[in-house]
């Protein structure tokens, strides 16, 4: 068995069993890198895991995957913790960090345009293939070398989410700035989605394979260059479709293809993620005692 499937599936069953013997809501976000103003219903826990497989020719297919705990800390304020980590063929399965991010919802009633404000601190090292964002001149020669947790990330990320809804549809443009903490300049990205479900009308009776248990839409984003570079040149950019199913009762699928747009840009990449969403924790927590 290859260490690429080994340590996707380590990776894999942990989180499948902090997911397991929760009380389940469906996950809220259909997008892998674009974010949209919903936010985490106070005092509601969603765990998910975030994959990522990529097939440089240079180099050794990888898988990436980020755990997240997101918590509704107030109907303004969502908070999340992440763990980062990756696989490679032939090489080694590996931790490569945490993440903490905050989103603040500034209007909490719904206008045209939606903002939110996001911050994230990073603590991650050079082997992370997360892939979460891609800013500055990302592109797959980071890839493509051996797995080398030596370097240190320690990196601040800022988003500017504008989001707004039409008739069912959910339409998101994330501009993003991340500075390496150590004094590099700053690097600019973007992400753009638009998704809605396959029905707005709940059926009659009670099904799993209804229309309105699915969504579907599609993502861009890429990188922007740096303080002294900025501009398209030399950097990656990525067209996602997207497909997400909420299963009754149970868990979220969301599913991505990626096509790479420059030659900067792996070919494909393929995103999965499976959330669960977990009712007043703390109120369950404190009747279990």
């Known amino acids: 068995m290859s260490v690429l499937w080994q340590g996707t599936c380590r990776i894999f069953f942990i989180g499948l069993l902090l997911l397991l013997g929760s009380t389940f809501l469906h996950a809220q976000e259909v997008s892998f890198v674009t974010y949209s103003h919903q936010m985490e219903e106070p005092g509601n826990l ?5 994959s990522v497989s990529g097939f440089p020719k240079a180099g050794n297919a990888f898988v990436g995957n980020a755990l997240e705990l997101e918590y509704g800390l107030k109907a303004w304020w969502t908070t999340e913790f992440y763990l980062d980590s990756q696989a490679t063929v032939g090489e080694s399965s590996v931790f490569t960090g945490f993440r903490v991010e ?3 919802r500034p209007l909490l009633k719904e206008h045209w345009i939606n903002p939110v404000l996001y911050v994230e601190f990073e603590d991650i090292n050079s082997a992370d293939k997360s892939l979460l964002e891609v800013v500055g001149h990302d592109g797959i020669a980071d890839f493509l070398g051996r797995n080398d947790r030596s370097e240190k990330a320690r990196e601040a990320e800022l988003r500017l989410i504008l989001s707004s809804n039409f008739k069912g549809w959910n339409v998101s443009e994330n501009m993003i700035a991340e500075k390496n903490l150590r004094g590099n300049p700053w690097e600019f990205g973007y992400a753009v989605s638009a998704s809605r479900p396959l029905s707005m009308v709940a059926s009659a009776k009670a099904c799993t394979m209804c229309r309105e248990n699915f969504s579907v839409g599609a993502e861009m984003y890429g990188g922007l260059g740096e303080r002294y570079s900025f501009g398209l040149h030399d950097t990656s950019h990525y067209f996602a479709p997207l497909v997400s199913f909420r299963s009754p ?25 499976v959330s669960y969403e977990i009712e007043q924790i703390a109120s369950k927590l404190r009747g279990s005692h």
Not at 46 to 50: K, L, Q, S
Request: avoid cysteine.
């Open 102 to 104: 905050n989103r603040i």
């Open 46 to 50: 969603e765990i998910a895991n975030r």
């Open 249 to 273: 009762g149970g868990p979220t699928f969301n599913f991505s293809p990626s096509v790479g747009l420059s030659d900067n840009s792996h070919g494909v990449l393929l995103r999965f993620g």
